[in-house]
């Protein structure tokens, strides 16, 4: 069986655990009672599952660490939309990951149900939308909006995959014809 892994960060008070808990029956969300990590487990088929994680301390990132990052499938940043001071420790928390491992980034603008929502397009600019990183707007205590943004992980992550295929077809263009040229010689 092939286990596949996503991170769920963010400060305090974003919104993780209320997202992790939306995505599927409660069975399925968990914590480790020696550590306090919170876990969603998604059993896709008899060959694949997937564990969505966060850490109990929003700044320590120990079980990513863990990871292989071959297992990786990308990152979720909860950002609360009505907190902008918060934002800098999200920021700080999306390049703490991208350090370890450059991966699909889903900044998840939560709380977007709330009056003072910032618009999720005023928080990307806040934190940089670099490459491989997207915004999307959130209520991470809607199960359908909870399932659409891993959804749109995984979209992300597929957009990359079709992007390293281009990547490899043309290479391998270019080295048939290289041969093809040296041959002619």
């Known amino acids: 069986m092939t286990t596949l892994y996503a991170l769920v960060t963010g400060p305090s008070g974003s919104g993780k ?17 020696q550590t306090g990590n919170e876990y969603r487990h998604l059993v896709i088929d ?11 301390d929003p700044n320590r990132f120990d079980t990513l660490l863990d990871i292989p990052q071959r297992d990786l499938l990308g990152y979720i940043v909860m950002v609360d939309s009505t907190d902008s001071d918060s934002w800098e420790a999200a920021q700080f928390m ?29 928080i990307g600019a806040s934190l940089g939308m670099e490459s491989m990183t997207y915004v999307f707007p ?48």
């Open 17 to 33: 655990s209320q997202l992790l808990y939306s995505l599927g029956d409660p069975e399925g969300y968990q914590i480790d009672e």
């Open 94 to 122: 999306m390049n703490t990951c991208r350090g370890y491992a450059l991966m699909p980034t889903v900044i998840a603008a939560n709380k977007q149900d709330l009056e003072g929502a910032a618009s999720p397009e005023r």
């Open 46 to 56: 008899d060959s694949l599952d997937v564990y969505l994680y966060c850490e109990s």
């Open 138 to 185: 959130c209520v991470a205590s809607d199960p359908e909006i909870a399932r659409n943004l891993f959804l749109q992980l995984l979209y992300s992550v597929s957009q990359e995959i079709e992007r390293l295929d281009a990547l490899i077809a043309e290479i391998e263009r270019l080295a048939a014809e290289g041969q093809s040229e040296s041959q002619g010689e």
